[in-house]
Nanobody, 116 residues
Framework: QVQLVESGGGLVQAGGSLRLSCVTS????????MGWYRQAPGKQRELVAG???????NYADSVKGRFSISRDNAKNTMYLQMNSLKPEDTGVYYC??????????WGQGTQVTVSS
């Protein structure tokens, strides 16, 4: 079955950087557009970055210019490089299919905490 394993989160000061990884299995990763999502405390999960199967990217306005999404289809892995982090970037970060819904399988996510 599909498995999505996110890692790389942690506690970082504002202005710092983190690189998240998402290792997938049980799916033909290379053919799917994928996305990174985050859920801030008390808020709904939101899509912050997306990437097509051939590497075209798009970003939420709140992270544009600071975050960079990439993928390595040979490794079935997706990444999110996060720079110039802000306290409002705090949340649990998940990877999934682009525009995944609640009915899709979701991994455990990785916690990102940005202190001011």
């Amino acid at each position: 079955q599909v498995q999505l394993v996110e890692s790389g989160g942690g506690l970082v000061q504002a202005g710092g950087s983190l690189r998240l990884s998402c290792v997938t299995s049980g799916m033909i990763f290379s053919i799917y557009p994928m996305g990174w999502y985050r859920q801030a405390p008390g808020k709904q999960r939101e899509l912050v970055a997306g990437i097509t199967s051939d590497g075209s990217t798009n970003y939420a306005d709140s992270v544009k210019g600071r975050f960079s999404i990439s993928r390595d289809n040979a490794k079935n892995t997706m990444y999110l490089q996060m720079n110039s982090l802000k306290p409002e970037d705090t949340g649990v970060y998940y990877c999934n299919l682009f525009r995944a819904t609640k009915s899709h399988y979701w991994g455990q996510g990785t916690q990102v905490t940005v202190s001011s």
